[in-house]
């Protein structure tokens, strides 16, 4: 957004324009360096060391590619470093940056051939769906997740739970959003799942749905599961409003709740900061891991906080299982992790919290530093969430380009647990 370069790619002569934004500096103090990446993973870079770009000027550069995959997703990073120190600017500082897709993302089918079977077993109010190494146990009536098991390691003991809602960041309080989107709040605590699509073989694997009662029949919610003969957990999500007058809404997704000894994490997304749908140029594609304690920050005042946008994929991690979640129909995901639930993040009205500086913000009884590491892991795994605005923090809304009109939604995601290296 601050950078003082736009980048251009013409993907049929292979050539990079550099258009310099200075309406007096010369672009000179400067090296191009372009990196080509495969799914992730750098495969060529290359220098180009004379560039000598004029003010409000543009030049444009031959880029000798290698052949590009047709399987693979592939990704050009294009950046200007500086050659030498220039003033408060040292040396070997990127001063810009662009990248462009040269072959887009696939998902992975949805199928997974197999000759091994699943066994379907009714016991003590559940249905226990085991494979060769996945064990699932649903509520008979509800549908809903007792346990999950993979080789003997639990992956949880809860429901996968929808989601409508955020903790309100400062912008969503200065704009009242915890007053007019709070149907969606209501919506995301008293949804009551129903088993109306009993567990059954089929070539692709035990197929079930559950459909979710929202307060008031405001909308409804339909989720597709079919476990996998690998153990993968296929979930298509279907969302649809029954009223023409609701608020848009915080958030599109689901979030599933795991031990705490899921401590690691890894992405193929945007990052490695945070990133929302209107914060994200700023932040490369890329591959990128981490602590999950790490993948939160403490605001003064707790809010939403450690999205991650444009995700292709994303890890989880015990000593003993990675899950990966993967998108299955070619849209991105959004996807967030932290070492508690929810409720450590949302607001919490008291007058003993910090008073805003307009004064125009409702005040919390809570602070950062009193979030606390909880004994569950909460993994948001999103369809869209609505962007964090900004244009002042007293009022204005999002763009509306960036939020989420309440209308029909549907997304598919895949989550495969598989073993550690190291650990049979």
């Known amino acids: 957004v601050y950078q003082s370069v736009i980048f251009g790619w013409d993907d049929a002569k292979k050539e990079l324009t550099v258009f310099n934004k200075n309406f007096f500096a010369i672009l000179d103090n400067v090296i191009l360096k372009w990196t080509l990446f495969e799914n992730g993973t750098e495969v060529q870079n290359q220098i180009i060391n004379q560039i000598n770009v004029t003010a409000q000027n543009q030049k444009k550069y031959s880029i000798e590619l290698p052949k590009i995959s047709k399987t693979k997703e592939v990704l050009l990073l294009v950046q200007l470093i500086t050659k030498r120190e220039n003033g408060l600017i040292p040396k070997n500082h990127e001063i810009a940056f662009d990248q462009f897709i040269l072959n887009k993302f696939t998902s992975p089918s949805k199928t997974v051939a197999s000759n091994k079977s699943l066994s379907i077993a009714i016991e003590k109010g559940g249905f226990i769906i085991k494979g060769e190494k996945t064990k699932l146990t649903i509520d008979n009536k509800t549908g809903d997740i007792i346990e999950w098991r993979y080789n003997g390691e639990l992956i949880t003991r809860q429901p996968i739970k929808p989601n409508f809602w955020r903790a309100p960041t400062d912008n969503d309080l200065g704009n009242g959003m915890y007053k007019w989107a709070d149907i969606w709040k209501k919506a995301t605590e008293n949804s009551k799942s129903v088993l109306i699509k009993k567990p059954k073989k089929t070539p692709e694997g035990v197929v079930f749905t559950l459909n979710y009662q929202l307060p008031n029949d405001i909308a409804t919610l339909t989720l597709d599961y079919t476990l996998r003969f690998n153990g993968g957990l296929l979930i298509d999500y279907t969302f649809k409003p029954l009223n023409d007058s609701l608020p848009n809404i915080p958030r599109i997704g689901v979030y599933l709740t795991l031990p705490n000894d899921y401590t690691q994490t890894e992405w193929y997304g945007r990052g490695p900061q945070e990133t929302y749908w209107d914060r994200k140029s700023g932040a490369k594609i890329g591959i990128y891991?981490?602590?999950?304690?790490?993948?939160?920050?403490?605001?003064?005042?707790?809010?939403?906080?450690?999205?991650?946008?444009?995700?292709?994929?994303?890890?989880?991690?015990?000593?003993?299982?990675?899950?990966?979640?993967?998108?299955?129909?070619?849209?991105?995901?959004?996807?967030?992790?932290?070492?508690?639930?929810a409720h450590e993040l949302d607001f919490v009205a008291g007058k003993d919290g910090g008073q805003s500086a307009s004064g125009?913000?409702?005040?919390?009884?809570?602070?950062?530093?009193?979030?606390?590491?909880?004994?569950?892991?909460?993994?948001?795994?999103?369809?869209?969430?609505?962007?964090?605005?900004?244009?002042?923090?007293?009022?204005?809304?999002v763009h509306d380009e960036y939020t989420i009109h309440a209308t029909e939604y549907h997304y598919s995601f895949i989550i495969q647990p598989h073993l550690t290296s190291g650990f049979q």
Not at 303 to 326: A, P, Y
Not at 365 to 394: E, R, Y
Request: charged share 20%.
């Open 360 to 397: 125009l913000v409702p005040v919390t009884s809570k602070h950062g530093a009193d979030i606390k590491i909880g004994k569950t892991v909460q993994w948001n795994i999103d369809h869209l969430q609505m962007g964090v605005g900004g244009d002042t923090s007293w009022g204005r809304l």
């Open 289 to 341: 891991s981490g602590e999950i304690k790490q993948q939160f920050h403490r605001y003064p005042r707790p809010q939403e906080t450690g999205n991650k946008t444009d995700l292709r994929w994303m890890n989880v991690e015990s000593s003993k299982i990675i899950l990966t979640i993967n998108s299955t129909d070619n849209q991105y995901l959004n996807g967030s992790i932290w070492p508690f639930s």
